[in-house]
């Protein structure tokens, strides 16, 4: 059964820099991790879809809230998806989720606990 485990979120001032990781295990095929992607919700709003990167990286998308400022990369080898978080804004405070999506599959149905980030302004 495929885990997601977070890392990486913490306080930082607005105009500040994070490096959010997630890394996937359990998982039997390199399919069942096709698409990952990082989500985030704020208190009293909806989920919203942040980055996502598929199969070796070559394809990524990002909400217009962050392009130019974020970056979600693959590791080379490893199971582990960056997001990296750059000229932070107050509006990007929230709790950030890394999901999986197979393949073939059509939604993302495996994720992870959370990350807590603050961007205090």
């Known amino acids: 059964q495929v885990q997601l485990l977070e890392s990486g979120g913490g306080s930082v001032q607005a105009g500040g820099s994070l490096r959010l990781s997630c890394v996937a295990s359990?998982?039997?095929?390199?399919?069942?991790?096709?698409?990952i992607g990082w989500f985030r919700q704020a208190p009293g709003k909806e989920r919203e879809q942040v980055a996502t990167?598929?199969?070796?990286?070559?394809?990524?998308t990002y909400a217009d809230s962050v392009k130019g400022r974020f970056t979600i990369s693959r590791h080379t080898t490893d199971p582990i998806v960056y997001l990296q978080m750059d000229n932070l804004r107050s509006e990007d405070s929230a709790v950030y989720y890394c999901?999986?999506?197979?393949?073939?599959?059509?939604?993302?149905?495996?994720w992870g606990q959370g990350t807590q980030v603050t961007v205090s302004s």
């Open positions: 990167v598929e199969g070796f990286g070559r394809t990524t």
């Open positions: 359990g998982f039997t095929r390199r399919a069942e991790i096709h698409n």
């Open positions: 999901a999986a999506r197979g393949v073939f599959e059509h939604q993302y149905n495996r």
